[in-house]
């Protein structure tokens, strides 16, 4: 059976070209990872912007890995130093952010907002200056299935629950509910469009592989990674690719070794640990982290 996975064509739309550089930065709080993999040596990772790599580097072994050349070149440039850059993924956010003002978010109520620290009182905030009904009008018609089918492939919108705008609303109010802002560089990032602060790292410890992650895994010796974190590669994916990307964690598992994989999606019944309220950034509906050799349940 052909497996095939959308995220291949190196763009988030569906118009055909050549691959581009998706994501400037990562929206996925690495504190998960670096909690998950504590005591682990070897850890399989998606490269995408090289966030998550560069934090891991400090304490393992790393093997960072991307189907799209750009923005594997792009990663290990940036842990070599180089600077941020500017990739489809911030477009969008900033065409969004454009509108905050429509919706009555301005920047001096959104610094007011990502200087606290109290969560009671961020949620407090949250609901009396940006809650309004212009935000959730303008925000649920930015996230509605026409306007987001004029902008991503339809592989990346299937698994997408419905009312997706009132779904993320919520995640965000979780979020801000339970992490203090000024200490999440991840608000920020969401907010403000401020790209995160440099991140020094090991970058002796991280080997960049350009390539699919299941090809990749098959070819590899057996038992050899203690961690994988897999970003949100299979939201994008068919149900042929997942069930090959499973088979091939679990030959390159050590038997106690870790899995992270994260969904836009809704958790189903069987994520049976969560972590997506831990995470900073916010947005995920899922933070599965489990035994990599249970991935099959
Ligand atoms: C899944 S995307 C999502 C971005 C992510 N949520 C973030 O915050 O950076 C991250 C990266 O995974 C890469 N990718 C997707 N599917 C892949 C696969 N099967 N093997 C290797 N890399 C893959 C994409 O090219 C992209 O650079």
């Avoid at 934090?55 to 600077?83: F, K, M, S, T």
């Amino acid at each position: 059976m052909k497996s095939e996975t959308a995220w291949q064509a190196g763009r988030l739309g569906w118009r055909s070209g050549s691959q581009r550089l998706l994501f400037g930065r990562m929206y996925e709080d690495a504190e998960i990872e670096r909690a998950a993999f504590r005591g682990k040596r070897r850890v399989f990772c998606i490269a995408s912007a090289g966030d998550t790599a560069l934090r891991l580097a400090d304490e393992h072994e790393v093997v960072a890995c991307d189907i799209n050349p750009v923005q594997l070149a792009y990663a290990e440039r940036r842990a070599n130093g180089g600077p941020a850059e500017t990739g489809d993924a911030e477009r969008a956010m900033r065409f969004a952010r454009r509108m905050m003002p429509l919706a009555g978010w301005h920047a001096r109520v959104l610094r007011e907002f990502l200087a606290m620290s109290d969560v009671a009182a961020q949620a407090t905030f949250w609901r009396e200056h940006f809650d309004t009904w212009r935000f959730r009008a303008g925000f649920d018609l930015l996230m509605s299935a026409p306007v987001l089918r004029m902008m991503y492939a339809r592989e990346f919108l299937s698994f997408l629950p419905r009312k997706f705008g009132a779904v993320m609303r919520k995640r965000l109010e979780r979020g801000f509910a339970r992490h203090a802002n000024a200490a999440n560089p991840y608000a920020r990032a969401l907010l403000l469009g401020e790209s995160g602060e440099e991140i020094s790292a090991k970058k002796e410890n991280i080997s960049f592989v350009a390539g699919d992650a299941a090809s990749w895994l098959e070819s590899r010796e057996e038992k050899y990674f203690d961690g994988f974190t897999l970003s949100n590669i299979l939201d994008g994916a068919d149900e042929a690719y997942r069930a090959r990307l499973m088979r091939a964690v679990q030959r390159a598992a050590t038997d106690e070794a870790i899995l992270v994989l994260r969904s836009f999606g809704e958790p189903s019944q069987s994520v049976e640990n969560n972590r997506a309220e831990c995470d900073r950034a916010m947005l995920w509906g899922v933070v599965d982290v489990r035994g990599a050799r249970t991935f099959f349940a």
